[in-house]
Nanobody
Framework: QVQLVESGGGLVQAGDSLRLSCVASGDTFNNYVMGWFRQAPGKERELVSAISWNSASTHYEDVAQGRFTVSRDNAKNTGYLQMSSLKSEDTAVFYC????????????????WGQGTQVTVSS
């Protein structure tokens, strides 16, 4: 099992940047694919980005393409989501998720989830 704790959220202005972190504990972090999801008020949770265990493969949804960068440091058991050019529509609770299988992460069926961190972008 792996436990995930996100941090780095906050209130920023449109156009600002923010970096989210996800610290893992428990099982060996580099056994897991990691994903970032978000849920805006009144909307379903959606995939934002994913990264393979060795960072060789990354995936970005359209909302993240060109503005967000996913990365991880297995030595620190930490994953990151660097967000730039933030927009008001990026306001959401952001979650990190992990699973040993890529399809389970990208389908939103990852076995492990963090508690989320709020990102609020004012226009």
């Amino acid at each position: 099992q792996v436990q995930l704790v996100e941090s780095g959220g906050g209130l920023v202005q449109a156009g600002d940047s923010l970096r989210l972190s996800c610290v893992a504990s428990g099982d060996t972090f580099n056994n897991y694919v990691m994903g970032w999801f978000r849920q805006a008020p009144g909307k379903e949770r959606e995939l934002v980005s994913a990264i393979s265990w060795n960072s060789a493969s990354t995936h970005y949804e359209d909302v993240a393409q060109g503005r967000f960068t996913v990365s991880r440091d297995n030595a620190k058991n930490t994953g990151y989501l660097q967000m730039s050019s933030l927009k008001s529509e990026d306001t959401a609770v952001f979650y990190c998720a992990a699973d040993k299988l890529w399809p389970k992460v990208t389908s939103g069926k990852a076995g492990y989830w963090g508690q989320g961190t709020q990102v609020t972008v004012s226009s």
